[in-house]
C-alpha cells in the first residue's frame, strides 16, 4: 500500500498488514489548498498524519507557526466506533504531502479506506 499518490476526489482501499504497519501516500498541492481526509475502518483504529515529503519546503517559522492539530488526526471522522479520522487540511506552501496513516494504538491490522476531497 505505501508510496501510492492519492489526487483530491480520489479513494484508496488497503490495510494495515502487520502491528505497528504505517501506510505512506503523497498527494501535490497548491498553497493554500484546502484538503478533506477521511480514514474510515471497522478494524483498526485510524489516525493520520499529514507532512511535507520535503522537510525543506517548511521553514522554522512555518512549523511555529501551525499547531500539531491542523497536522494529524485520531477519532474525529467518528463512525459506527467512534474511530474514524477526519481532518481538513490546508497546504501552508505548494509542494507534495505525505499523508501517513496507522492504528492508533499501534495494535490492530485491518483494512480502511482513504478519501480525499
Known amino acids: 500500500d505505501d508510496f501510492n499518490e492519492i489526487e483530491v476526489g480520489g479513494t484508496i482501499s488497503a490495510s494495515l498488514d502487520y502491528v505497528a504497519d504505517v501506510d ?18 471497522l478494524m483498526i483504529d485510524s489516525a493520520f498524519m499529514v507532512f511535507p515529503q520535503d522537510l525543506d519546503l517548511l521553514s522554522e517559522d512555518d512549523l511555529e507557526e501551525f499547531s500539531v492539530d491542523e497536522w494529524l488526526d485520531d477519532d474525529s471522522g467518528g463512525g459506527l466506533l467512534g474511530t474514524n479520522a477526519q481532518l481538513e487540511f490546508t497546504a501552508p ?8 496513516i496507522g492504528d492508533s494504538n499501534d495494535e490492530s491490522i485491518g483494512g480502511y479506506t482513504l478519501t480525499v476531497d
Open 24 to 41: 505512506f501516500y503523497f498527494i501535490d498541492l497548491s498553497e493554500g489548498e484546502k484538503i478533506d481526509i477521511n480514514v474510515y475502518s
Open 93 to 100: 506552501k505548494a509542494g507534495t504531502y505525505a499523508i501517513i
